[in-house]
């Protein structure tokens, strides 16, 4: 027998199934539900490239024109010596692409400075297709820095990560 605050039987007998607390434990809903939280923080794990650490990047990719082909981002440490040279960046890898905007997120090593380049990579060949004068397929840095006939330098592209999350957001140009 239950007793409620007035010391008072009560029944859950005549309550909905949902309402009745000794349900919860006989249809395995508790369980469910303690089991769908452990699966969402899988999840969110998950949906982040690399073993979590404890830091993490969430880059958003803005001024997506078109759901093609692959998004590709570039992560760079703190080493200008590194920035856009071939085995200099720390990570790099690929989702799915979405307009008009695409998310990327990354567990990183811990809070300091990087920068991130991305491309769309519309026809899934992992390299960035490019002339002389222009991208052939949309590409941009952290920071957004101004892009007129050179790459950008490190300093114009680099932002800090602090512990937890940061988030920060990359426009792709068109040129």
């Known amino acids: ?95 799915p692409t979405r307009a008009p905007s695409t998310t990327m997120c990354i567990w990183i090593p811990g809070p300091g400075t990087y920068a991130v380049a991305v491309y769309q990579d519309n026809n899934n060949n992992h390299r960035w297709d490019h002339n002389l004068f222009k991208g052939i397929e949309p590409f941009g840095f952290s920071n957004d820095p101004s892009i007129e006939f050179s790459q950008p330098s490190f300093q114009s592209s680099k932002f800090h990560v602090k512990a937890d999350e940061t988030t920060i957001h990359i426009k792709l140009n068109y040129r």
């Open 1 to 95: 027998m239950v007793y409620n605050a007035r010391e008072q039987p009560c029944s859950h007998k005549d309550d909905p199934p949902f309402m009745n607390p000794l349900n919860l434990f006989r249809t395995g809903t508790f369980a469910a539900g303690v089991v769908a939280v452990g699966l969402a923080s899988a999840a969110a794990a998950q949906e982040c490239e690399n073993t979590p650490t404890g830091t993490r990047l969430r880059i958003v990719i803005d001024n997506v024109r078109v759901a093609k082909g692959e998004m590709s981002a570039s992560l760079y440490p703190g080493d200008p010596s590194q920035f856009l040279k071939k085995n200099g960046a720390l990570k790099v890898w690929y989702v």
